[in-house]
């Protein structure tokens, strides 16, 4: 075997060990940029509760200020042992139950903080109610339906939502229509908490179609971006 040979064996045994340790050390540890990037990330979604839940009507802001911190700390500590995940509108879901029981801030964080622990977070929102199925309703594609409309102004959020700029907030609404072309009923699927009732109104009062051989309803996502 040429000296060549050995050094480039030697260079082949090094780097499989190294790719040993990363992938016996992987699953456990997370670089420190992805652990600060995944941090930022909580940190903002976090806040973007509190400004929700600070909106909502008959809440103190101070009532509910820094709620979600015991959860953020808890979310930071997990992340020395591996990934974590973070359900916002569950998390939001929770605090909105909590508020409703007449529970104060300090004992709604630790709650949100074992429901994270116990990994039931994501089970704590209630899922929205599939819409009653009609069968005397025609059921369209929003993109096939969309050619339809006639007037179709872009509804906008209550001031009361408020958000960091750049953020988005995603809604989806079941739009239903009648003969005469005029919306007759709007249905929340995926709720933006704080917003849905003025997206209604304004979808049935301002939203007109063509008129249809029989009642027509379609869902539509609504995505609202804040600058």
Request: proline letters at 8%; hydrophobic letters at 45%.
């Amino acid at each position: 075997m040429t000296r060549g040979s050995t050094a480039r064996l030697a260079l082949l045994a090094g780097l499989l060990g190294v790719v040993a340790t990363a992938q016996a050390e992987g699953p456990a540890e997370l670089p420190a940029e992805v652990e600060a990037r995944t941090l930022k990330v909580a940190e903002a979604e976090l806040g973007r509760i509190e400004r929700v839940l600070k909106a909502q009507p008959g809440v103190a802001a101070a009532s509910i200020a820094n709620v979600t911190l015991p959860l953020q700390a808890a979310l930071e500590e997990d992340l020395g042992k591996g990934p974590v995940k973070l359900y916002p509108r569950a998390t939001l879901e929770a605090c909105l139950a909590a508020l409703k029981k007449g529970q104060d801030r300090d004992k709604i964080g630790l709650e949100l903080v074992e429901l994270h622990r116990r990994g039931e977070l994501a089970k704590a929102a209630p899922a929205a109610p599939a819409p009653a199925a009609d069968a005397s309703v025609k059921r369209v594609a929003s993109f096939v339906f969309d050619k339809e409309r006639v007037r179709s102004p872009d509804p906008h959020l209550p001031p009361t939502v408020k958000a960091a700029p750049g953020e988005k907030l995603k809604g989806l609404y079941q739009i239903c229509v009648g003969t005469d072309g005029k919306v007759t009923k709007v249905t929340t699927v995926q709720s933006i908490p704080g917003a849905d009732q003025a997206v209604i109104e304004q979808l049935q009062g301002t939203w007109q179609y063509k008129p249809q051989p029989v009642p027509v309803c379609t869902t539509r996502a609504f995505v609202f971006q804040f600058n």
